[in-house]
Structures are given as C-alpha cells and as structure tokens.
Nanobody, 128 residues
Framework: QVQLVESGGGSVQAGGSLRLSCAASGLAISTSYSALCMAWFRQPPGKEREGVAA???????SYADSVKGRFTISRDFTKTTLYLQMNSLKPEDTGIYYC??????????????????WGQGTQVTVSS
C-alpha cells in the first residue's frame, strides 16, 4: 500500500504560480519497478476528476492539452516525491488537486479509475 500526501496548494491570482508536492511512502526505494506511473489529477467544482499530467518509469511525461506549456511534472530521483509546477495559472485551473500512483505503464494515464492509490488532495484556487 502506498500512502500519498499532497501539499503546496493555495490561493493565487491569475497569472501566478504554485508548486505542488506529493510525498509517497510505502514505495521501496531500492526496488526497480518495471512499470510505475505517477500522476496528478484535479477536480474542478461540480465537475468530474480529470487528468492533468503523468510521468512514467523512464521519465516520459504526458500532459492534458489544457495545461501544456504551463505545467511541468517532475519527481525526485528516488521516485518518492512527485511535483507539479504550475505557471500562468488561470481561474479554470481551480480545483482540488490529487496525486495518484499505479504499478502499470502510463498508457491511458488520464483514466482515474485505473489508479488505486490516491492522496487526500490539496485545494488550488485561482482568482481573476
């Protein structure tokens, strides 16, 4: 079982930046995973949870079209901390941001139902 704890959310004005972190415990640092996908999702008010970005075992990154060029996903070399740098924030980026992990490739990474382990979420509010 992997435990995930997000931090770094907050309130900013449009055009501002935030950096989210997700600390993962329960991952065996010394283990080489054949497949490990770490991802960020968000849930805007009154809407379904949606994929934001993902990073695979080899470091391949994927992004939702709505955040390309503004958000950057990364992780530390131990693969136990996941980050999301969010720049040029827009009001439509408002929502609860969750990190998620699955021991599969990042194929169809945007399907929330395919992830078993989730953090509790951190609120991001962008005002115009």
């Amino acid at each position: 079982q992997v435990q995930l704890v997000e931090s770094g959310g907050g309130s900013v004005q449009a055009g501002g930046s935030l950096r989210l972190s997700c600390a993962a415990s329960g991952l065996a640092i010394s283990t080489s995973y054949s497949a490990l996908c770490m991802a960020w999702f968000r849930q805007p008010p009154g809407k379904e949870r949606e994929g934001v970005a993902a990073i695979g075992t080899a470091g391949t990154k994927s992004y939702a079209d709505s955040v390309k060029g503004r958000f950057t996903i990364s992780r530390d070399f131990t693969k136990t901390t996941l980050y999301l740098q969010m720049n040029s924030l827009k009001p439509e980026d408002t929502g609860i941001y969750y990190c998620a992990v699955r021991f599969l490739s990042c194929a169809s990474w945007y399907v929330a139902a395919d992830f078993r382990d989730w953090g509790q979420g951190t609120q991001v509010t962008v005002s115009s």
